[in-house]
């Protein structure tokens, strides 16, 4: 079954912390993978995406990083500020009939002023 | 553009009320998707289309219907709606292919009594 788990949970931090949020995925066969941020009530907004062929992604303070043979996904945000707080959702995509995104369940991240 | 929108933002409903929440796009994406989100279960794949005339079942179907007439369109029925249908809605469009970005509405907020 394709499962993903993002760890930790729960982060706090002071601001102008760099902070990683981790993720794992127990299928390794995908075709890309997506970091979203959430904000509360909100939507889900599209931070960085992936391909299965690199190994990282840059915007900004962002850069994600992807071992694809291992599973594993990192999202690295340099010099956090109160306006990160948010959860952070990790999200592969495989192919398949449906093509789809599978979704952990989030770090929610609050930076401390 | 004004992106993935959705109506309502917040819905109470009875057990055994019907009720359609409503998606649109405006970006001429090919996939649609719906998803809900529940606590401690991320996001869920309910029903999706690759394209207008064409939907399919995702992980969670049972008590929804979707039908795609438009490209722009694609809502969600609930038949006879359950207190287990109490969740948080999004509507998400991507262009197509297996590298792009998937966006998302800003969700609906369903209460079942």
């Known amino acids: 079954k394709q499962e993903v788990t993002q760890i930790p949970a729960a982060l706090s931090v002071p601001e102008g912390e760099n902070l990683v949020l981790n993720c794992s995925f127990t299928?390794?066969?995908?075709?890309?993978l997506q970091w979203f941020r959430q904000d509360p009530g909100k939507g889900l907004t599209s931070l960085l995406l992936i391909q299965s062929s690199q190994r990282e992604q840059t915007s900004g303070r962002l850069n994600a990083s992807l071992d694809k043979s291992s599973g594993r996904s990192t999202l690295y945000i340099a010099a956090s500020q109160p306006g990160d707080s948010a959860t952070y959702l990790c999200a592969p995509r495989y192919g398949g009939a449906t093509n789809k995104l599978i979704f952990g369940t989030g770090t929610l991240l609050a930076v401390q002023p | 553009n004004a992106g993935v929108t959705q109506t309502p933002k917040f819905q109470v409903l009875k057990t055994g009320q019907s009720m359609t929440l409503q998606c649109a796009q405006d970006m001429n994406h090919e996939y649609m998707s719906w998803y809900r989100q529940d606590p401690g279960m991320g996001l869920r794949l309910i029903h999706y289309?690759?394209?207008?005339?064409?939907?399919d079942q995702g992980e969670v179907p049972n008590g929804y219907n979707v039908s795609r007439s438009t490209t722009e369109d694609f809502p969600l029925r609930l038949l006879s709606a359950a207190p287990s249908q109490t969740s948080v809605y999004f509507c998400?469009?991507?262009?197509?292919?297996?590298?792009?970005?998937?966006?998302f509405g800003p969700g609906t907020r369903l209460t079942v009594l």
């Open positions: 289309s690759v394209g207008a005339g064409i939907t």
């Open positions: 998400a469009s991507r262009r197509g292919g297996l590298t792009d970005t998937q966006y």
């Open positions: 299928d390794s066969a995908i075709y890309n």
